[in-house]
């Protein structure tokens, strides 16, 4: 579990600088920053979602998750979830909710988060998750600082599901398949284009009901 109470940390540090910063940058600069944010976003997820090897495998499980993720709701439940918590902050932060929600789908969303939670937690390497700690750290300085405090609180999301993983590691280790790796790789980096396109105020994608496509990503992998 260490890399991954490494990684619980480095969102709360950086969140935390990004809302101290926050408070003296002017309104025009938080907006061009976020905006730089969503472009750097937008390449990390297209690099991603470019390393797959089976696009019609890709597209058929965003398709997929995309359908099972509405019927569930689940970007309605994490917004639920980041509401309640919001109230638990006593935060009158109108962009809390969302910037939880962009953090936590962003932060948990990625091969580093399976091969680096399952290192941890059969050999105890947690390098994989360290180097994956000091990613999001700076992106959490950059989001808070637009996003406010909901950003940090997504650092529970991330100690719930990595943790989840590094305990679960022996039962998982079929997770490090390069195909599985390679159909979550891709199909994260088309959910990963879409938050850089929130983050750009194009359109609202409501990545959150996209998760499920993770999960069809890697059973087709293996069954396909």
Do not use: H
Not at 28 to 45: C, E, F, H
Not at 146 to 161: E, R, Y
């Amino acid at each position: 579990m260490t890399g991954t109470i490494v990684n619980t940390g480095a969102i709360i540090a950086g969140s935390a600088a990004g809302m101290i910063v926050g408070r003296y940058l002017p309104q025009r600069l938080k907006t061009i920053l976020m905006q730089a944010l969503g472009l750097a976003v937008i390449l990390i997820g297209l690099q991603m979602a470019l390393e797959g090897k089976r696009i019609l495998l890709t597209i058929g499980c965003l398709l997929l998750g995309a359908i099972a993720g509405e019927w569930l709701d689940i970007e309605g439940q994490i917004e639920k979830v980041g509401a309640w918590l919001k109230s638990r902050a006593r935060s009158d932060s109108s962009t809390f909710v969302e910037g939880f929600v962009t953090a936590s789908v962003l932060y948990c969303t990625g091969a580093m988060v399976i091969v680096g939670a399952i290192q941890d937690g059969t050999i105890g390497d947690p390098t994989t998750l360290y180097l994956k700690s000091l990613l999001d750290g700076v992106a959490s300085i950059a989001l808070a600082s637009s996003l406010g405090i909901g950003v940090a609180f997504s650092s529970l999301t991330v100690l719930a599901v990595q943790g989840a993983i590094t305990l679960l590691a022996s039962k998982l280790l079929f997770l490090q398949d390069p195909r599985v790796l390679n159909a979550v790789t891709a199909t994260g980096g088309l959910m990963i284009l879409g938050i850089g396109i929130n983050l750009l105020d194009l359109k609202k994608i409501a990545v959150g009901n996209l998760v499920p496509a993770l999960l069809f990503a890697i059973a087709g992998a293996l069954l396909v």
